[in-house]
């Protein structure tokens, strides 16, 4: 399979404990991007990656959040301190550079529940 | 800021009817629009796209026209069935490089 992979697809955790999620984009894509998925609502944006460089970040994303991305690679999502409001469906994508304004592809998405 | 408006869900409709899901945008410059689409238990997929002022984006029987005097990308089917059951969402991205969605809109087709 050579799509968007994200791990874990479930996650619940207790509240005010870390939890990290990864993503792995589809080879060769230079840009990675992270969202965020409440119900009944559209994807969020919260950051995204060029190659290893954050690019911007959304004001959504509190001091308890960070993304990384080190080789340019995979990516990693942390969330400290997690408060239930976090709980959510957390969106990667990822698109080629070589064309702008070109469409993301997709994970499935890792749930997250707060309890 | 870039943003996108989708008409309001649910939508119910019977299958073999037509269907229309309205959105209009916000933007600076000359965005791309995309129809995404997410069936029950799954991720988001492209369903569409338009990259410039009249192109017509179209996929599965869906159309959508890129309409820049009106600022609106309006998703048609003539003929849905129910495995068209799905929430849909309009996109757009622009100089920025980031998607920005609509809120998203319920379609549910009864047999």
């Known amino acids: 399979d050579t799509g968007v992979s994200q791990d874990p697809r479930h996650k619940i955790t207790k509240r005010g404990q870390n939890v990290t999620f990864r993503c792995d984009p589809i080879?060769?894509?230079?840009?990675l991007y992270w969202y965020r998925q409440t119900l009944g609502q559209g994807p969020e944006f919260l950051t995204y990656?060029?190659?290893?460089?954050?690019?911007?970040k959304s004001r959504l994303l509190s001091d308890r959040f960070s993304a990384e991305r080190p080789k340019g690679s995979f990516s990693t999502l942390e969330i400290q301190r997690t408060e239930q409001g976090d709980s959510a469906m957390y969106l990667c994508?990822?698109?080629?550079?070589?064309?702008?304004?070109?469409?993301?592809?997709f994970g499935q998405g890792t749930r997250l529940t707060v309890v | 800021g870039d943003s996108v408006t989708q008409m309001e869900g649910p939508v119910t409709l019977s299958e073999e009817a037509f269907l229309t899901i309205n959105c209009t945008y916000t933007?600076?410059?000359?965005?791309?629009l995309f129809w995404y689409v997410q069936y029950p238990g799954e991720g988001l997929q492209l369903l569409l796209k338009a990259t410039k002022a009249d192109d017509k984006g179209s996929n599965k029987g869906f159309e959508a026209t890129y309409r820049k005097e009106t600022t609106s990308f309006h998703l048609e089917k003539g003929s849905v069935q129910v495995s068209d059951s799905a929430v849909y969402f309009c996109a757009l991205m622009g100089g920025a490089q980031k998607l920005v969605f609509g809120q998203g809109t319920r379609l549910t087709i009864n047999p």
């Open positions: 080879s060769e894509h230079n840009r």
């Open positions: 994508a990822s698109s080629p550079e070589r064309q702008r304004n070109t469409e993301a592809f």
């Open positions: 933007a600076t410059g000359y965005p791309s």
């Open positions: 990656f060029q190659n290893e460089a954050q690019l911007e």
